[in-house]
């Protein structure tokens, strides 16, 4: 069954946030509220804290040599607010949840089914029929399975580069989270391969939160419900469809930030 469409609601509540790595500061005093109107895309200079600002949303920034961060972080994950820090939140409940497909294709070295299934088999106390079942519904949800369909038992590497980011987001979705991340998906294809992703996105943005990082203008106007510009590791302007939806403005506004 697929998530309920989500209406606008508090998703996000960051206070006092702040990362650094050996002693380097990343991101430095993210206050932050979040509502869920569509895709949230992360735009500003290389460097300047985008992928550290997604990590601290599953405390993925946690496992990286050097770390220091504090702050509060909550995320309306069942219907309340809750602070990802909690002690009675495991790390493997949370990353369940929040998903993350990154910048290449992670795909696991085994077959296209096996990329699925052995997430399934690890995390879910899903049987050997239920487990088949989820991975033709994901499967289909990114709109894989009738390319792979008689495929299944080949070896994920054999499949292109979008093919590829695809299986990886169905491996995420299989574990029915409730937020995805993604930093900068399409980094790594070409241009169809890219526009395919971004057409999926604007079908998933109803079901799942999706926070996604982008060095697209192009990519961040097609399917951002809202823009966060951050730059030297702090928040400078949080943009809605009126301010990027005109070009000129938008383009002006990235220029002086840029």
């Not at 606008?8 to 650094?20: A, D, T, W």
């Not at 949800?141 to 390319?147: R, T």
Request: aromatic fraction near 6%.
């Amino acid at each position: 069954m697929e998530p309920a469409p989500m209406k606008h609601k508090p998703f996000c509540n960051i206070r006092n946030l702040h990362v650094s790595f050996h002693g380097r500061t990343v991101l430095q005093k993210i206050n932050f509220t979040l509502n869920n109107k569509g895709i949230l895309v992360l735009v500003g200079p290389s460097g300047s804290g985008k992928t550290t600002f997604l990590r601290s949303l599953n405390r993925l920034n946690e496992y990286y040599p050097g770390y220091s961060g504090g702050g509060k972080i909550e995320l309306n994950l069942s219907g309340s607010m809750q602070d990802i820090h909690c002690p009675n939140l495991e790390l493997t409940e949370l990353r369940r949840q929040v998903g993350m497909v990154f910048q290449t294709p992670n795909i696991l070295p085994v077959s296209i089914a096996q990329n699925v299934n052995l997430p399934l088999k690890l995390v879910t106390g899903l049987n050997k029929a239920e487990r088949k079942e989820r991975l033709i519904e994901v499967l289909q949800e990114v709109h894989l399975w009738d390319e792979v369909k008689d495929r299944l038992k080949e070896n994920s590497s054999r499949l292109s580069g979008g093919q590829q980011q695809r299986l990886c987001l169905a491996r995420v979705l299989a574990l029915k989270p409730k937020v995805l991340l993604l930093d900068e998906p399409t980094a790594s294809l070409d241009f169809k391969a890219s526009h395919r992703i971004e057409d999926l996105l604007l079908e998933l943005q109803d079901r799942y939160q999706i926070i996604a990082v982008s060095h697209s203008l192009r990519q961040a106007r097609k399917i951002a419900g809202q823009i966060l510009v951050i730059k030297e590791g702090q928040i400078e302007h949080l943009l809605n469809k009126e301010q990027f939806g005109d070009q000129e403005m938008f383009q002006k506004l990235l220029n002086d930030i840029f």
